[in-house]
């Protein structure tokens, strides 16, 4: 269960990250261009063919979505217990919280269920590794460009020193 926990927050974040660090002026053709670098690596690395790729993509893109409302909830209600424990109506929001995490644990085990019915077990392994991977990848970039944003404006020449250092070799 911890693993299947690992695999759909690792997807969310690869998702949400992705797409907002590479966000430029021509925003879209990044975008396009990354998810297309990411469907390769992930058909190479997983094994996948086109469709089946397209299809884990998109349900864990669904699934994501689904747990980013439920996430959103249930910070929402243990931020109101937090800060009124001693409400009248502290038993219904723990107990509407308890249900909350009750649906996020339901949703991530429908959609390793819904995996299974495409994938091997060796795959579902393989993508979760490819995307704790392109999680390090994605978070290694954006910290170098926070740092390069940094440096550039301190540099006269205006040079990021830190492009294209320590890419993990499935992004070569």
């Known amino acids: 269960m911890k693993n299947i926990k690992l695999f759909i927050l690792a997807i969310s974040l690869i998702l949400f990250v992705g797409t907002n660090a590479y ?11 990354l998810k297309k670098v990411v469907k390769e690596k992930l058909m190479e690395r997983v094994g996948l063919d086109e469709s089946t790729a397209d299809k884990l993509i998109e349900m864990t893109a669904e699934n994501r979505k689904i ?17 009124n424990p001693n409400n009248s109506d502290i038993g219904s929001k723990l107990d509407d919280l308890f249900d909350v995490e009750n649906k996020i644990n339901k949703a991530r085990s429908d959609h390793y269920l819904n995996l299974k019915s495409f994938l091997t077990p060796s795959q579902i392994a393989k993508s979760m590794v490819f995307q704790k991977d392109l999680l390090k990848f994605m978070k290694k970039e954006m910290d170098k460009k926070k740092k390069g944003k940094k440096n550039k404006d301190r540099d006269d020449s205006g040079e990021n020193f830190n492009r294209g250092e320590g890419r993990p070799d499935f992004f070569e």
Do not use: M, T
């Open 23 to 33: 966000s430029q002026k021509d925003s879209s053709r990044s975008k396009d261009k």
């Open 67 to 83: 747990l980013k409302d439920l996430q959103k909830k249930r910070k929402e209600l243990a931020e109101y217990i937090f800060d």
